[in-house]
Every structure is written in C-alpha cells, then in structure tokens.
C-alpha cells in the first residue's frame, strides 16, 4: 500500500463547477498534510495546509481534513480554465518529522 | 514572501561534466532544504535532506559521492552533479523550510532542467 493515494485522473469539471480532489494516507501518526499546485513543465506551488480535522478555507480553495478515516482532499469553488494543473498531496509522515511523502498528483482539467 | 530562487533555469552539457545547481532562500532563513529529482509524468522523488551546518541525509538508493550538496548558509544550498551522464538527465527542484518545525511548508524553486547529451 502506497503511503499517500492520489486518484490520478483526470479529473475533468466544467468551468465555475466546483472540483473535488481527494488523497487518503496510510499512516495514522501523519500530523500535516499540504496540497501543492504543479503546471506542467513547472515545479509545484503551495495552496494549503491544514493540520486540524476540519475544514480550512482560502479564497476559491477549502481543504478538508479527517484523521479518524485517514483523507484529506481539496475543494476547488469556481473552477477556472487556470486551475487546470495536477494537484499533489503531501504528509508528514509520522517517524520522518522531516520530509513530506508526495502521492502522484491528480490531473484536472477544466473545461469551457 | 517566502521565494526560493534556483539557478540555472536549463542545463544542457556533455557526458562526463560536473554541474551544480544553487538554490537560494529570498526572504527567509532555510534552516531544512530539500533536493528532489523528478521525471517526465512522474511524481516527485526526494533525493535528500540538508540542515544548515551539518551533512545532508541522502534517501536510500542515492549516491552522496555522485550527488555532492553543500548547506553552509541559511540562505544557500548546492546540489553538484558529478561526472554527469545521459542517465542523470531529469528536473531537479529545491525547496525550503522556513523553520526546523517539521509541520511549516516547504516552499519550491522554479526548477532546473537538465540534460547529459
């Protein structure tokens, strides 16, 4: 089992629909977990991170989170043709306090 | 805030040549950067993790004579490709962290691309 399980897509919305990005983990000790935005050929940008169970919103963007079933996905409102990107999730894994375990990005694609 | 600037942008050389890589922290100080490596429609692949003033911490399978890294600033970590060859061809990316906190983001460069003909 991977450590981090990203759909791979695409995932494809029509523009002003809402995109919904999910990521599960398999570590119950991961205690951060950061959505980052890559355009292809580019490296990838923060959007959020979100440490709590709950929800956290930014603008256009609410990441979600559940410990309890081990998920955290992305909330996109208001989809534009320039959220198209792949969205990679990234955890702390528990025991590597240091580096982030990235999943393998979900591809979207909003259309006209 | 929070830019991380690496250079060069494109890397285009011979087998054989050595090449190094900087990543640099704008407006922030990067006690922990990161070196990743990442190929076409793959996802990112940690290479190692550098603490200012102290040796880097190479992920299994990565060769530390091959891939040298230097941390002597809290703004400024080196990655040189040593004895490069086409097999060595891939985007490397810096990021860096802000804090020793584990839980702050890591922030990115824009990436070097580089290719061994």
């Known amino acids: 089992q991977k450590e981090v399980e990203q759909n791979s897509g695409p995932l494809s919305v029509p523009e002003g629909a809402i995109a919904s990005l999910n990521c599960t983990y398999s570590?119950?000790?991961?205690?951060?977990f950061f959505w980052y935005r890559q355009y292809s050929g580019k490296s990838p940008e923060l959007i959020m991170f979100?440490?709590?169970?709950g929800d956290k919103e930014d603008g256009r963007f609410t990441a979600q989170l559940n410990k309890a079933s081990q998920y955290v996905s992305l909330l996109i409102r208001d989809s534009q043709p320039s959220d198209s990107a792949t969205y990679l999730c990234?955890?702390?894994?528990?025991?590597?306090?240091?580096?982030?375990?990235f999943g393998t990005g979900t591809r979207l694609q909003v259309t006209l | 805030g929070a830019v991380v600037s690496q250079h060069p942008s494109w890397v285009i050389c011979k087998s054989g040549t050595s090449v190094k890589i900087e990543c640099r922290s704008l407006?922030?100080?990067?006690?922990?950067m990161f070196w990743y490596r990442q190929f076409p429609k793959q996802s990112l692949m940690l290479m190692a993790t550098?603490?200012?003033?102290?040796?880097?911490?190479?992920e299994q399978g990565v060769e530390k004579d091959k891939f040298l890294i230097n941390h002597a600033s809290l703004t400024l970590s080196t990655l040189t490709v040593t004895s490069a060859h086409p097999e060595d061809s891939s985007f490397y990316i810096c990021?860096?962290?802000?804090?020793?906190?584990?839980?702050?983001?890591?922030?990115f460069g824009d990436g070097t691309r580089l290719s061994i003909l």
């Open positions: 990021s860096a962290r802000e804090s020793y906190r584990f839980n702050q983001p890591q922030h």
């Open positions: 979100i440490y709590s169970n």
């Open positions: 550098s603490n200012e003033g102290s040796k880097a911490t190479y």
């Open positions: 407006d922030f100080q990067a006690t922990t």
């Open positions: 570590d119950r000790g991961s205690q951060s």
């Open positions: 990234a955890v702390n894994v528990n025991g590597t306090a240091s580096k982030l375990t």
